[in-house]
């Protein structure tokens, strides 16, 4: 594609909306062309395609391009990136200014806690075992994990949180939260203790799932400190952000067996340099940041910028506005 | 271990046991040792140890070997079998006779359920590919499948069907039941349809799953005609006998593309042949035969006989009794 496609010829003049793209731009944006000045663009034309803009979409949410090209004045008054997590966009500018930052909670939760589920019992069940006995076609019974009845520390109380906590009991697993809010009787978690606390709670885990926005609570929280507090036994599962994880400490801890496994959908760098050390470990399962990218995920993406552009147009109260202090929506799903 | 071990010198007289052994001995067993004559014995002892026993413990249910060394006269009283399929032990001479069949009925249930509904995951979610891009050291992001709302026809309302059911349906899966009692308000499966139906359900299922007991009625009865019948996109899950499946037409269909996988924790022959042409076949799983077998399930085994054998030598029900001619145990697991 083009670094920036020039507005349509017999557009009627509206708003302008940058929309940053990689390779492939979003689906079913024409119903909003009518009225809207559209500008496709890739990192390399973000500076140009902000000037002058009132909105700004970030289709491509791994792109890190908005710092180095926010406009010094007249930003645009709202952004809106095709992600869960925002800490892309957590610059002091965008920060501070009056922009309004909205996400895409909502989408990706039940993909998300039907894709930790596979990967807690790809561990129970040892699949990667199978499929490695399998390509030496070898027949190599073993016993293998029941998950009823084992113990999940879940970090994250958001939506993707408690969308885990919900399949993981509904399978017969005892799962606790760790979040900002603790509270003995949460609808979801049952226990959800804070974040002060959230060190204590791991030597109780046979699974811990991080889930939690990246933050500068929980950049680097699974160190070699807080990962020695877990079982021997444990798995970690990371489907937050990878920068969660000390990725040095997550690799000596499984090379010297300090923790049992690690899934990691994200990383600190993405993709996954072909070099790194995660990639051969045995007790490693690495996947390439898809957890919630279901079959049909991007349509369902564009369809919530669309909507929440419409009530950007309307006046009308915006989903999924990101509390920028905090770094992640506050409220329920839907809410303002 | 020896094929026949003598009799305990200073135990009391008491029944004659044959426990049938490959390698090992079930745990456990000291418990009766007081009271009993305990014979473990290999396939090549067993005519011996049949002997004037009075009752047979299968251990090693893999065995085929009951058939020829059953006593054509006073034959044991009781045989029981660790596992819950007893197509090994439905020859005539048995089936026919006053014996009393027992299973390991109510042992592997939770454990198969959990291993199905984690190789349904491993479908969905492309956990083998995730293995294969790992080894390759290959970042290679794909979209996966939901299962919320995706529909299953699991072929056997027995428990470990009916686990199955309760398992699938907890996660958000529409289930309904093969099995020989159809009815509408099933309070696992929904519905159940007869077999007599069972072909014309296949078209509506994502995910078929084979829990029936080999017998007759059940034996070849995934072939080319009825695995035409299922969707292009659907996978075969088969935990139930190897033989349930006739296996030279799933690899024509897996090659051919018209069914789109299979999970085998069964086949025909155990174990697979390193030259099977299933090993290679990209869109199959294959497992050894392992689904039931959690950590702690032998102990679980042989303590389910032992408190047969209390029950034997007190006149009590028994746990499991197996209906001959259905092949499998007509009531609920603890009933007689």
Known sequence: MTARVPDL???????????????????????????????????????????????LFVWDFTSTAVEGAWPATNPPRWVHIASAGVDTLLFSALRDGDVVL???RGVFEGAMAEYVLGLVLAF????????????????????????????????????????????????????????RAPRDHDPDFGVVHGFDQWVGRLPHADFVIAAAPLTARTAGMFNATTMAAMRRSARLINVGRGALVVTEDLVAALRDGVIAGAALDVVDTEPLAASSPLWSLPTALISPHMAGDFVGYLPTLADLFVDNYR????????????????GYVLTRPGGG
Chains 1, 2 share one sequence.
């Open 9 to 55: 010829p017999g557009a009627a003049r509206g708003p302008v909306v940058a929309v940053l793209c990689a390779d492939r731009r979003p689906p079913g944006l024409e119903l909003i062309q009518s009225a809207a000045v559209v500008r496709y663009t890739t990192a390399a034309g973000l500076p140009a395609a902000l000037r002058g803009a009132d909105a």
């Open 102 to 104: 909205t996400n895409s």
């Open 124 to 179: 129970a069940k040892d699949v990667p075992g199978t499929c490695a006995a399998q390509r030496e076609r070898r027949w190599h019974h073993r016993e293998t994990e029941r998950i009823d009845g084992r113990a999940v520390v879940i970090v994250g109380t958001g939506p993707i949180g408690r969308a885990i906590a919900r399949m993981l009991r509904a399978v017969g697993m005892r799962v606790e939260g760790i979040g």
């Open 311 to 326: 009530r950007w147009r309307s006046g009308s109260p915006l989903r999924n506005v990101v509390d920028k202090r905090l």
